[in-house]
């Protein structure tokens, strides 16, 4: 059985997150006979829990009744929503514990369940406690919460009785029985049709479609995962040709051996199974140590790794872990094995007998210097792969955010819930503001409905006068901003003005825009003095006067471009829930501080979400840093194993033919000479390793082009650097060899047997 995530999008805003509204919702749950079930999720929201010495904010999803059950997830006491408590009209009150929060709230008490929380000033029962583990995969704001507190019903949402024009939920749907995934599209985009048609002013220009949950969930990872499995795939195949080269070693030193079993009666395929198991046992036991280092390093790679990658999922070396660990090593020592079974195969037993192991034959030092040529192919491959995510990953440190995070403390809080009037929020924010004013240090204070690269926002449709609307009008992202929310933010003026004390008294009647917006739909205009409308019934809201225009900020990713955008004064639309952003001269010493001031206004104000603004630009970014960071790891131990095989087949080199060097030196050759006739080599299968890698790379990191920011796969520079330091590590491993057979004595070594 196949879960579909229900899309709904804007044809002619793409870039749009697709988003659905409640009453659309309600219509597909109806409508659609190809699913068995459909539920619904609000984006991550925020309540606080008063009731206690001090107000704790938490973090939780409003969902349908059919949530859980679509998910196949039962709770682990209690029961789940029942479908009268998920009435879409009348709230029921009733929440869901998540089990980290009952352990901590409640610690794990079983009498929990039918007790009260006072949430945002109202009571909760709680009617049921999830299981352990269980966090919701597809949270739609990836990022903004590790871990749900608390689930509600969507009757309860405060957006849950609003009209078409907010879309605000994501739908998931679970296919019935004998039906396919083209079936349920169809059905999807015909009740799109028949929505589009009976609400032609707020539904018209939309589609719905259902794609792959799991796919959906996943989809942002699924690159970068395949990426790392193939570097680790290549990093294999070095070792193993490493272990090829060893066992070929080996076989050429026991060929008087092998040729005699094989005269007294052995068979190829037990001289075969010989040198078989022989790889295997190789391959078990680095296998054996590989797991031991594995256990510790995989402590410290979750450790450092982003919550987004490894949250989401228990990261484990499990029973399944063990199993491919398993099945890898015995592929491991078979393909090791196979380079020596191929010589013995084709080796004739009167020549073996003849050599008696004197030397390498020209069919080991092919396969050999074969070898050696792939790990100088793959360790370029990887390297190179390794460098267009560095480079990449400085581009993006590079981008300008629109702002200056220096000195710059973000305080997410909420209005208790004895505040209702907008101008009981308007005086809650000045106090609030006051407070943290008196703080030493602290230069200006303002808020924000939504802080920079925190992800999505809710938008709002734009109207512009004199131009008649011709379908679905275009859609932009807003926000609230207090007049000093600019200047604390450094955010650059580029025409008109801010928001001034002034505009106090008509603050419904001007805007400011950003950069984007302008150029979007005013090119080579002015905008400021340019009236707009925003809102799904133009013919009901005012025209508003663009005062000014702002400068780009991020808001969703240093690597995406920025939207067009409107921002509204804040006594417009006083904010229950304002983002505090707070400039100081030394705020990492005040950030505990400035919490305390926030919350000594009242005792049910809390304050969460406390951290340096440069934290969140490291957090936008901190995917892509442990992405590059692991590939340079990878990249570092091809070098090493690929150094490694260059210096242990050189180092072969030089003892097969150390009766050559003897006769060279005798007749002249000096010290310069010898070590140039090995380095040689090297310089062959460098060259030849090169040309094979840099075909190689140019068509595997055209697969990274997903993940690479303002950086070309086929960059010269990366594969200029990757070329030189897979050279220079190949003559340094092969300059000791070479050092060696430059001293040998021809006395000796004409002597040697």
């Not at 390093?297 to 490894?310: D, E, F, Q, T």
């Not at 380079?339 to 034959?361: A, D, F, H, K, Q």
């Not at 210097?369 to 590079?398: C, D, K, N, P, T």
Request: glycine residues 8%; proline residues 5%; hydrophobic residues 50%.
């Amino acid at each position: 059985v196949c879960s579909s995530d229900l899309e709904t999008h804007n044809i002619h805003q793409p870039e749009i997150e697709a988003w659905t509204s409640a009453p659309d919702f309600f219509d597909i749950r109806e409508r659609a006979r190809s699913f068995s079930v459909v539920a619904a999720v609000s984006p991550v929201w925020n309540l606080v829990l008063t009731g206690e010495d001090e107000a704790e904010q938490l973090d939780c999803l409003y969902v349908s009744a059919s949530f859980f059950p679509l998910l196949g997830v039962q709770p682990a006491a209690g029961h789940g929503f029942l479908p009268n408590e998920d009435n879409r009209t009348r709230a029921s009150h009733v929440v869901i514990l998540g089990d980290s929060f009952w352990r901590k709230r409640f610690r794990a008490d079983p009498n929990a369940i039918g007790k009260v929380l006072d949430l945002d000033g109202s009571s909760y029962t709680i009617v049921g406690i999830l299981p352990a583990g269980f966090r919701y995969a597809g949270e739609p704001i990836a990022g903004t919460a590790t871990e749900i507190d608390i689930w509600l019903p969507l009757a309860d949402n405060p957006l849950a009785a609003s009209g078409r024009y907010l879309r605000f939920l994501k739908a998931i749907g679970r296919l019935a029985p004998g039906v396919s995934v083209q079936q349920a599209d169809d059905e999807l985009r015909r009740i799109a049709v028949e929505l589009s048609r009976e609400y032609p002013d707020l539904n018209r220009g939309f589609v719905i479609s259902g794609g792959s949950f799991a796919r959906q969930v996943s989809g942002r990872f699924r690159h970068p995962a395949f990426l790392l499995l193939g570097a680790m795939g290549f990093v294999l195949l070095l070792a193993c040709a490493n272990v090829a080269n060893l066992l070929l070693a080996r076989a050429s030193e026991r060929q008087k051996e092998i040729a005699v079993r094989a005269a007294l009666g052995a068979s190829l395929f037990r001289l075969s199974r010989q040198m078989l198991a022989e790889g295997t046992v190789i391959a078990t036991l680095g296998g054996g140590v590989g797991l031991v280092l594995a256990h510790w390093i995989l402590k410290i790679v979750i450790s450092i790794g982003p919550a987004s990658l490894m949250r989401t999922h228990e990261i484990a070396l499990d029973l399944r872990a063990f199993l491919f660990t398993a099945v890898t090593i015995v592929a491991c020592g078979i393909f090791s094995g196979l380079p020596p079974v191929w010589r013995i195969m084709r080796s004739n037993l009167e020549s073996m007998l003849r050599r008696s192991g004197r030397g390498l034959t020209a069919g080991d030092h092919r396969i050999r210097s074969g070898l050696v040529i792939a790990q100088v192919a793959i360790a370029l491959v990887v390297l190179a792969g390794a460098g267009l995510l560095m480079r990449s990953f400085i581009r993006l440190l590079e981008v300008n955010p629109g702002f200056n995070s220096r000195n710059l403390v973000t305080i997410s809080t909420q209005a208790p819930a004895a505040i209702r009037t907008a101008a009981q929020r308007s005086a809650f924010y000045r106090e609030v503001r006051d407070k943290l004013l008196t703080a030493p240090g602290v230069v200006s204070v303002g808020a924000v409905s939504r802080l920079p690269l925190m992800g999505s926002n809710l938008g709002s449709w734009l109207t512009i006068e004199g131009r008649p609307i011709t379908g679905q009008p275009p859609e932009i992202e807003y926000r609230v901003a207090t007049l000093s929310y600019f200047s604390t933010m450094e955010i650059p003026l580029r025409r008109g003005r801010l928001f001034d004390e002034h505009d106090r008294s008509n603050a419904d009647f001007i805007a400011l825009i950003n950069e984007t917006m302008a150029r979007k739909f005013w090119p080579n205009e002015n905008p400021v003095g340019k009236h707009i409308k925003l809102g799904a019934n133009p013919e009901k809201e005012p025209w508003i006067s663009i005062v000014g225009v702002v400068g780009d900020v991020r808001h969703f990713g240093l690597d995406v471009e920025p939207r067009p955008e409107v921002y509204r004064p804040y006594d417009h639309s006083p904010l229950f829930a304002p983002i505090l952003v707070i400039r100081s001269q030394n705020p990492k010493p005040l950030v505990s501080a400035l919490a305390a001031k926030v919350r000594s206004v009242n005792s049910a104000v809390p304050a969460y979400n406390v951290f340096l603004m440069q934290s969140l630009i490291d957090r936008s970014t901190s995917e892509r840093r442990f992405l590059m960071f692991m590939l340079m790891a990878f990249a570092g131990v091809a070098l090493f194993i690929a150094g490694a095989g260059i210096y242990g087949v050189m180092a072969e080199l030089v003892v097969q033919r150390t009766q050559e060097v003897g006769v060279r030196v005798a007749l002249g050759a000096s010290r310069g000479t010898i070590a140039r006739v090995f380095l040689m080599d090297t310089m062959r299968w460098l060259v030849a390793g090169v040309v094979i890698g840099s075909f190689a790379a140019v068509g595997l990191t055209t697969l990274m082009k997903k993940l690479l920011f303002q950086v070309h796969p086929f960059d010269p520079l990366v594969f200029i650097c990757a070329v030189a330091i897979v050279a220079m590590f190949a003559l340094l491993a092969s300059y000791a060899p070479a050092l060696r057979a430059s001293r040998v004595d021809p006395l000796i070594a004409i002597r040697q047997e």
